[in-house]
């Protein structure tokens, strides 16, 4: 393989991978619509829906949010009929959060049918390719995070 044909291999994937960035943001600004959230709350659910509970402390840390802005967004969500507060049965004082089966109903109606293709689509790849994949996002996840981080660490001039 020649150089210029790596280098226009790099370009083609950079250019889907902004292109794919783009329709995942559309995507979520379409279901956050559907649901009548906003796209923090979006986060939030997301979250609660991969670990199935969380403290509002998990919460805010995973979101890079404020305490105030969890309780907030909780009691937003928790009148929506979304979300529900829960005392932990091992410690009385521990307050978890966990996803209704309405909102959980909901995600299954609008995501299920990206997950079903898209299974389909992982399915033309070898085991060898999946993990090259799984290799290449995990790497661009970590520098997406850790700029994140250097962005928010930036001063307000």
């Known amino acids: 393989m020649s150089r210029e044909t790596k280098e226009q291999l790099r370009r083609a994937l950079a250019a889907e991978a902004r292109m794919r960035q783009r329709a995942v ?26 670990c199935e ?3 509002p402390g998990q919460l805010a840390a995973a979101l890079s949010l404020t305490s105030g802005s969890v309780t907030t967004m909780l009691d937003r969500l928790e009148r929506m009929g979304y979300v529900r507060r829960q005392a932990d049965p091992r410690d009385r004082r521990k307050v978890n959060v966990v996803p209704t089966p309405k909102v959980v109903q909901a995600a299954m109606s609008l995501y299920g049918p990206i997950v079903r293709e898209g299974a389909g689509i992982l399915g033309r790849y070898t085991a060898e390719q999946l993990e090259a994949l799984i290799d290449y996002t995990r790497r661009d996840r970590v520098l997406q995070e850790q700029h994140a981080a250097r962005i928010r660490a930036l001063s307000k001039d």
């Open 25 to 50: 943001d559309a995507l979520d600004e379409a279901v956050a619509d559907r649901l009548g959230v906003n796209r923090t709350d979006l986060r939030c659910l997301d979250v609660l829906m991969e």
């Open 53 to 55: 509970s969380a403290t």
